[in-house]
């Protein structure tokens, strides 16, 4: 069932988490992207959406007329080839503005799906792109937003071409985990949480088949590196997967990997 809400006090009174933070933006334009923020979320066509998990969100060489921001939840971008296979291009956390393309293309080559029950606000591609038009802060911000997911998929083709099995699912688990602990889903310092993907959709964004998926997972447990049941991760050796996802990182995350090995 899809819940509609047309209160906006709540995203008012409460601060946008936000799963990167600007990741290596420039000093000068912190406050224009904290005020394109704002200005985004008090803009009048912004309605909240309750999702369940399974949601199909935007379907794949269709229009599509909104633009989203993650407030609570996962969701996925995916693309499934004509015979069936699957591949899952990027994970959308809590405080994420995704879909910016919708101001500007007229389908969406992909399709975004809901990976857990989640709570999504919604605005009319037309009201954005008027406001984005006009106020250079809000500009800036969806510009922002388009520049780190570019920087989180060149990582992850990164990964995808040169990392082996046990990076590409380290460099997951710690990518996720620092986004989550960024956007305030869980405390710092926290080990534990939520993953609520299957290992067929875990393989289908790793590159990876279920029962590589499954050998590599066994291998984490086995090596004390972390465990995963059902959609509960512990992470058991902080240090020793910082250390096997260090290679295909970046400098914002290698920054934050340094401060666990140094630990």
Request: net charge positive; hydrophobic share 40%.
């Amino acid at each position: 069932m899809l819940i509609v809400s047309h209160h906006r006090t709540d995203r008012l009174d409460k601060a946008m988490p936000d799963s990167s933070r600007f990741a290596l933006h420039r000093d000068e334009i912190s406050e224009t992207l904290a005020r394109g923020e704002r200005k985004i979320a008090a803009l009048p066509g912004l309605q909240s959406r309750t999702l369940p998990a399974g949601t199909t969100l935007i379907r794949e060489g269709l229009a599509h007329d909104y633009v989203y921001r993650m407030r609570s939840g996962w969701a996925g971008r995916v693309r499934r080839t004509p015979d069936g296979r699957s591949q899952y291009i990027l994970i959308f956390l809590p405080g994420d503005l995704f879909a910016v393309k919708s101001m500007f293309v007229s389908t969406h080559p992909d399709a975004v799906e809901i990976m857990s029950d989640a709570v999504v606000e919604r605005i009319p591609y037309q009201e954005l792109r008027t406001a984005y038009e006009s106020d250079a802060d809000i500009a800036t911000r969806c510009i922002w937003q388009v520049i780190e997911e570019e920087r989180r998929l060149h990582n992850w083709i990164v990964g995808l071409g040169r990392g082996n099995a046990e990076e590409r699912l380290a460099f997951f688990l710690t990518e996720i985990r620092s986004r989550l602990v960024l956007s305030g889903t869980i405390a710092p310092g926290t080990l534990a949480f939520d993953l609520p993907m299957t290992q067929l959709q875990m393989g289908d964004y790793l590159g990876l088949s279920t029962v590589h998926i499954n050998r590599t997972l066994k291998w984490f447990r086995e090596t004390g590196v972390a465990i995963k049941r059902g959609r509960r991760v512990v992470i058991k050796d902080e240090k020793a997967l910082a250390s096997l996802a260090f290679p295909l990182s970046d400098d914002h995350e290698r920054a934050a990997l340094r401060l666990v090995a140094r630990a």
